[in-house]
């Protein structure tokens, strides 16, 4: 949904009717994994790919909406704001893609191995919260 998003937005030169089409996606995605924050956050990488300051605002502000949303639903799940606070702080990883994707500066990476620190990364810290969740 979010590569389709950022062609109909690239595509389709009558924005309103990009804009009702992404609207439309959005919607679609509440019923994925990271629901409409991924659409989201793909647009706003996209849309102002050209602009480092907007990027970067228009992601904070995509974060803190996620943020809230994830934390008054733990909030309502458990009644309880401390314990709600303890699981949504994962959110903040989030702002750690910021801090990587801002640093992209369009050319091709000059060390042939880090594409595979990269592919190696994701499946990994993956296993690694696995195995620390059966040991915890």
């Excluded at 389709?12 to 019923?31: G, I, P, Q, R």
């Excluded at 702002?95 to 620190?117: D, E, H, I, R, T």
């Amino acid at each position: 949904l979010c590569l389709l998003a950022v062609w109909v937005w690239d595509k389709t030169e009558n924005k309103t009717l990009a804009l009702l089409c992404v609207f439309v996606l959005v919607y679609l995605s509440t019923y994925c994994d990271w629901h409409i924050f991924a659409v989201l956050w793909t647009l706003c990488f996209f849309v102002f790919r050209d602009n480092k300051i907007k990027m970067c605002l228009s992601f904070s502000a995509v974060f803190i909406w996620y943020f809230i949303e994830n934390l008054m639903n733990t909030y309502y799940s458990y009644g309880d704001m401390k314990k709600a606070l303890s699981l949504s702080v994962y959110t903040i990883g989030s702002v750690f893609a910021l801090f990587l994707l801002s640093m992209y500066n369009g050319k091709k990476g000059k060390y042939k191995w880090s594409k595979w620190v990269f592919y190696l990364y994701y499946p990994l810290h993956l296993l690694i919260i696995a195995i620390l969740r059966e040991l915890i």
